[in-house]
Structure formats: structure tokens, C-alpha cells
């Protein structure tokens, strides 16, 4: 039974700082992606950084030089580091990770961030 269990989420001031990590327990095999989302009430759930297999990144417009995302392949954990955080960015964050066979979803990490 695969688990994704993301940790880190919290308060912060803006232009703070917070480190999300999505640790996953159970065998997952043939990782194509690995990716952080988030979602506020009454929105759809946006990709806010996503890495490939082989390591490309690619960010939402609205958080590029500011997040950053990486992986430990070895542990299948990824992680998201969050600079200069906005009150824009409060949302519950979501870790994704796909497969040939199928997408695993954490439950989410709320973050949120004062003005």
C-alpha cells in the first residue's frame, strides 16, 4: 500500500520561508514525475512544480524564482522550497507522484502565509 505523507506546512510571515517534504512509504516502481499542487477553496487544484525523471522542472508562473522543488530518487521523496512566500500563496499543498500504472496523491499541507 503506497503512502504519500507530506509534512512542513505551517504559518509564516510574508517573505518568509517554509520547506514542504512528501515522504512516501510502500514500493513504487517506474516514477515518471514527481510534483507539488495546491488548491484554495472554490478552485481547482493547480500544479505549482513539477520534476521529471530525469530531473526537468518547471514551475507556475506565479511562484518561478521564488519555489524551488527536488527529489532525493533514492528515499522517492520530494520537496519544495518556498522563498519570499506571498499571502497569495496560502493553500493546502499536495504532492503527486506518477507512474506508468498510476498517479499517488498525498492528503495535503496547508500553508499559510500572513501579510
Known amino acids: 500500500q503506497v503512502q504519500l505523507v507530506e509534512s512542513g506546512g505551517g504559518l509564516a510571515q510574508a517573505g518568509g520561508s517554509l520547506r514542504l517534504s512528501c515522504a512516501t512509504s510502500g514500493s513504487i516502481s517506474s516514477i515518471n514525475g514527481m510534483g507539488w499542487y495546491r488548491q484554495t477553496p472554490g478552485k481547482a487544484r493547480e500544479l505549482v512544480a513539477g520534476i521529471s525523471s530525469i530531473g526537468l522542472t518547471n514551475y507556475a508562473d506565479s511562484v518561478k524564482g521564488r519555489f524551488t522543488i527536488s527529489r532525493d530518487m533514492a528515499k522517492n521523496t520530494v520537496y519544495l522550497r518556498m522563498n519570499s512566500l506571498k499571502p497569495e500563496d496560502t493553500a493546502v499543498y499536495y504532492c503527486?507522484?506518477?507512474?506508468?500504472?498510476?498517479?499517488?496523491w498525498g492528503k495535503g499541507t496547508l500553508v499559510t502565509v500572513s501579510s
Open positions: 503527486k507522484i506518477s507512474t506508468m500504472r498510476m498517479d499517488y
